[in-house]
């Protein structure tokens, strides 16, 4: 599918010599009929460092961390849905994918500031780029915002919205994936969770000597055996990068790195407070705002039982879906049937009563 593609430069304000970048993607064979058709801008928020199965099962190891580009096959197959629907009264104008400033291509851009940085980037502050994205973009009258959000992207997304009065948040709604929060009632969980993760990052392989060895390895190995290719092309592509290393035994040796490296990684699984924190947002903003829930059928990172307690009725969430044969990693492993239950979900929310009382900036 053939996209316009452009890219902005976000400065980030809580770290201000870091940057963000984001892309936009348009279809131009796509344009809403002012008549009859409403048309929707989305903002995609990746995951943070690796969350992705549970260290008991030993299946996984946090070795990969996603960036924006892992939203694109997903977001590929959502404009080619909604565009092939054509009795649908919604049109996607545009969707946006942002980079946390210490992943992907950003993770580059910022490489000696990361480096000399004695501060780690945390889920906070890919929440204020995300607000500042939110806030740059241009609605329309007649159009929606909807924010999408992946595992930790899903903590940051309801954390952007603390950047601005709730009387004025300028997103129509939240659809949350797979969303990285906890109760504070579990907070042993988490932290024995969170110490076990922090050592197998740093126990974790980093570097390749080539792509191809980097690709081999990756398609031979869970979770990334199991990704939709599209998505491990674009991981091989934007998530790693060459750097130059000592070699004990000769001259330095270039090689493909990851760009967020295990040492931000495993610094981020101890934000305990930042998963509490979403929570207890997330109970400000459901009872105004539409916040959807989207889970994996297979429980492989998130048990089920931290699942319920997020959804618990106090919460107001507006609606709870299920996505069969996929777990945590719905966007690396299964981007159409992500796509097609976000096209559901869209088409069949956006003209209840409580989107009218949003109000945008």
């Not at 809403?32 to 299946?59: C, E, K």
């Not at 932290?191 to 392989?205: G, H, I, N, T, V």
Request: net charge negative; proline share 5%; glycine share 2%.
């Amino acid at each position: 599918m053939n996209l316009e593609v452009s890219e902005v430069v976000l400065q980030s304000q809580t770290l201000p010599s870091l940057y963000s970048l984001a892309k936009c993607y348009k279809d131009p064979d796509s344009t809403p009929d002012q008549s009859s058709q409403r048309s929707i801008t989305l903002i995609f928020a990746h995951a943070l460092g690796y969350s992705v199965s549970r260290v008991a099962s030993r299946s996984f190891s946090p070795d990969v961390r996603p960036d924006k580009e892992h939203w694109e096959p997903t977001l590929c197959d959502l404009l080619k849905i909604a565009r092939d629907q054509k009795d649908s009264y919604l049109v996607i104008k545009e969707a946006w994918c942002v980079d946390c400033q210490d992943h992907g291509s950003s993770a580059v851009a910022n490489i000696e500031h990361l480096r000399k940085s004695k501060h780690f980037v945390s889920c906070y502050d890919y929440a204020e780029v995300i607000y500042s994205l939110l806030s740059r973009v241009c609605i329309d009258a007649d159009s929606y915002l909807v924010l999408v959000g992946h595992s930790a992207g899903a903590a940051a997304s309801i954390l952007s919205t603390t950047f601005s009065p709730s009387s004025k948040l300028p997103i129509h709604a939240l659809i949350l994936v797979e969303p990285a929060m906890i109760s504070p009632s579990l907070s042993d969980f988490a932290e024995q969770f969170a110490e076990k993760m922090a050592k197998l990052s740093l126990s974790q392989r980093d570097t390749w000597r080539s792509i191809e060895e980097a690709r081999y390895w990756m398609l031979r190995r869970p979770p990334t055996m199991s990704w939709d290719p599209r998505v491990l092309e674009r991981h091989l592509c934007f998530g790693l990068h060459e750097v130059t290393v000592d070699n004990q035994t000769g001259p330095s040796v270039t090689v493909q790195a990851l760009a967020c490296t295990k040492e931000a990684q495993a610094t981020a699984y101890h934000e305990r407070h930042i998963q509490f924190e979403a929570l207890e947002q997330l109970d400000k903003i459901a009872t105004t705002l539409p916040v959807h829930m989207l889970f994996g059928e297979r429980n492989d990172y998130i048990p089920r039982f931290v699942q319920d307690a997020m959804c618990e009725p106090k919460r107001k969430i507006a609606s709870v879906t299920r996505i069969p044969q996929v777990g945590h990693l719905a966007v690396q492993e299964k981007p159409y049937q992500l796509a097609q239950t976000l096209f559901k979900l869209l088409q069949s929310s956006l003209d209840v009563d409580s989107y009218q009382k949003s109000v945008k900036l």
